[in-house]
């Protein structure tokens, strides 16, 4: 049996060999309780890892405090610099990172070097952003008075992240965080600690070279007991957490019980719309893309297909047969469609899922499970599956974490469907397949779709960086990446300066003395 280059990727990223030890990471104060990485694509412990402890945590606060000190100081064009050289670390890394990411979550090798190229993206968008940090300037109502605003660094921004993009989030957050002149500590999900630890020593070998701190960048490993340690502590400036709805609220009240900000990217329920107007072609490709990919396990992965009752049957035979195709086995092999969920937990929620929705009434169309046998070891492989439902059941309004794929239908008017679209608690990503110019408007004007991503004859799966990505209502409202998302991890400060020798006040107030 061939191990996909495994072993090589895990030596070129300087994490420990499989079954070889405990891997700490650069710049990782560990000396807490070990926790183990095992493939869900196999089965295999690929390395063993310690966690942060309290003390621990203490002393990556002291490097990133410290760091910080420096680093606020460099002008943002040379921290763009240094973004740059990482980036371009990423590009000599890509193909062992993008392994990794698919070996410890699970997810295609494509779609893991996918993950790798956003990063690689986002850092090019960071370094042009780091010319561009910039304010207004507004005028004064006072004579010989010049009024302008400024963006300052905020200091150390924690970031928590979830297992299924275990760097690329991290990657979002960091590269902007640094151009403006910020420290990151990060503690990716206890589900993908090594993910955390190639990332953590890339970004070490960029500092190193350039003779700067460390602790610009820090890495905490383990649980939600960690990501406590920084929700709780006043000296994180800003705390942005990728992951359940059930995650968020914990974590939005935490730091809010301190002041502190947060910007949360929580889960969705992500539908697309298909009118009596769609190419059914493009709809197949983005509902089965949508619904299938990462095995259903991104935030943005298509939930819910809210077809016209005209087209009902043509598309929902249309996805059917689609269906048939997919090849369910080792991400690493090309020829796979769809890799394993994370762990069991996530298979038992799948079945749940399933089980469920016939309770309330649903109808199965194509059949799900578990996938047993040679290949299938992990027990984590499962087959996609769809069900026919009603929006207003309760699993229809909940996220599974898992490939399946509500079909429901409507009847009248685009409004219609965008009443049972917009009838959910999450607000992530959102689209319609149509033709029809007023459709398409309808779903884009302020009564149309509620989402953070609204999309247009596309799925609902994916985003550029160049946008701001992110969504509405319990999915946390919080954006990260493109457009002017870069905002949040300053502070603004509103200046006025006086170049008189008078002191006039604001609004003519007289104050004689
Ligand atoms: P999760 O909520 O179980 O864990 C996410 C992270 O939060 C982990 O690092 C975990 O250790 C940490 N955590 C959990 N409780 C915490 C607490 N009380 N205090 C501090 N940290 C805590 O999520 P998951 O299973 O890893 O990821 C799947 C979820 O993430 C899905 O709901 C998905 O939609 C969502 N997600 C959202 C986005 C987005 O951008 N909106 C992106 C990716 C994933």
């Excluded at 299938?292 to 992965?301: E, F, H, I």
């Amino acid at each position: 049996a061939t191990d996909f280059g495994i072993k090589e990727a895990l030596k070129q990223l300087g994490v420990k060999d499989i079954n070889n030890g405990t891997s700490t990471g650069s710049n990782h104060f560990a000396n807490g309780e070990v926790i183990e990485s095992r493939s869900p694509v196999d089965a295999q412990l690929i390395a063993k890892v310690k966690t942060t402890s309290k003390e621990d945590y203490e002393k990556v606060m002291a490097s990133a405090t410290d760091a910080f000190k420096t680093w606020r100081t460099m002008p943002a064009p040379q921290r763009g610099e240094i973004v740059r050289q990482f980036g371009d670390k990423l590009r000599e890394k890509k193909e062992p990172l993008g392994k990794l990411v698919s070996y410890e979550m699970g997810k295609s090798y494509q779609e893991g070097l996918g993950e790798v190229q956003e990063m690689i993206d986002i850092c090019d968008f960071a370094v042009g952003l780091s010319r561009q940090l910039h304010g207004l300037t507004m005028h004064s109502e006072r004579p010989g008075h010049r009024m302008y605003e400024q963006y300052h660094p905020m200091g150390v921004v924690g970031i928590i992240s979830a297992f299924n993009f275990p760097v690329a989030v991290w990657a979002w957050n960091t590269a902007l965080a640094w151009v403006c002149g910020d420290v990151c500590v990060w503690k990716p999900s206890e589900k993908t600690p090594l993910c955390g630890i190639a990332c953590q020593n890339i970004a070490a070998e960029v500092f190193a070279k350039n003779d700067l701190p460390e602790g610009i960048s820090c890495l905490i490993n383990g649980d939600y007991q960690v990501g406590e340690f920084m929700t709780k502590d006043k000296r994180v400036a800003l705390i942005s957490a990728t992951g359940s709805i059930k995650m968020g609220k914990t974590v939005a009240q935490e730091v809010a019980a301190r002041l502190g900000k947060s910007l949360l990217e929580l889960g969705g329920n992500n539908a697309i719309i298909v009118t009596p107007d769609a190419d059914i072609k493009m709809t197949v490709i983005g509902a089965v893309f949508g619904a299938v990919g990462t095995a259903g396990q991104r935030c943005t992965s298509t939930r819910r297909i809210i077809i016209h009752e005209s087209m009902y049957d043509k598309v929902k035979n249309a996805i059917v047969d689609a269906y048939k195709q997919l090849r369910i086995g080792n991400p690493l092999d090309e020829n796979n469609h769809v890799g394993p969920l994370i762990d069991k937990d996530a298979v038992e929620n799948y079945k749940h899922a399933l089980k469920r929705v016939v309770e309330e009434g649903g109808k199965i169309i194509v059949e799900g499970g578990v996938l047993e046998g040679k290949g299938y070891e992990s027990g984590c492989y499962v087959k996609p599956a769809i069900a026919e439902a009603q929006p207003d059941y309760e699993i229809v309004q909940h996220e599974t974490f898992a490939p399946v794929l509500y079909l429901l239908k409507y009847s009248g008017d685009v409004h219609n469907a965008l009443e049972i679209q917009n009838g959910v608690v999450q607000g992530l990503s959102s689209a319609i397949m149509t033709n029809n110019l007023r459709e398409a408007e309808a779903f884009l004007s302020v009564q149309g779709s509620d989402c953070g991503i609204a999309n247009v004859n596309i799925g609902t799966s994916g985003a550029e960086i160049g946008g701001a990505f992110g969504g509405e209502k319990e999915t946390g409202g919080g954006r990260e990446s493109g457009s002017d998302a870069w905002k949040v991890y300053m502070r603004r400060q509103t200046n006025t300066i006086n170049y008189t020798t008078e002191l006039p006040l604001a609004q003519g107030i007289k104050f004689d003395l």
